[in-house]
């Protein structure tokens, strides 16, 4: 799944988490994150998506390119 990593880092600096925090709320480790958010993974599995989503309380469409 494409995620748009703008989306992804402006909705968890929203909600005024960090990376680690996000990684504790979400259980995707910090460096999975982080990569997204530069743009090196410009996927994730479908899996990621839902559980980041879930941790930042929003759809995974939400997290989704387009």
Do not use: C, F, Y
């Not at 090196?40 to 995974?60: C, F, Y």
């Amino acid at each position: 799944m494409e995620v748009n990593a703008t989306k992804l880092k402006r909705l968890r600096e929203a909600k005024g988490l960090s990376l680690r925090d996000l990684e504790w709320l979400s259980g995707i480790r910090h460096n999975t994150i982080w990569r997204i958010e530069v743009g090196q993974t410009k996927s994730a599995h479908r899996n990621t998506v839902i559980r980041l989503a879930n941790a930042l309380g929003v759809e995974p469409t939400d997290l989704m390119k387009g």
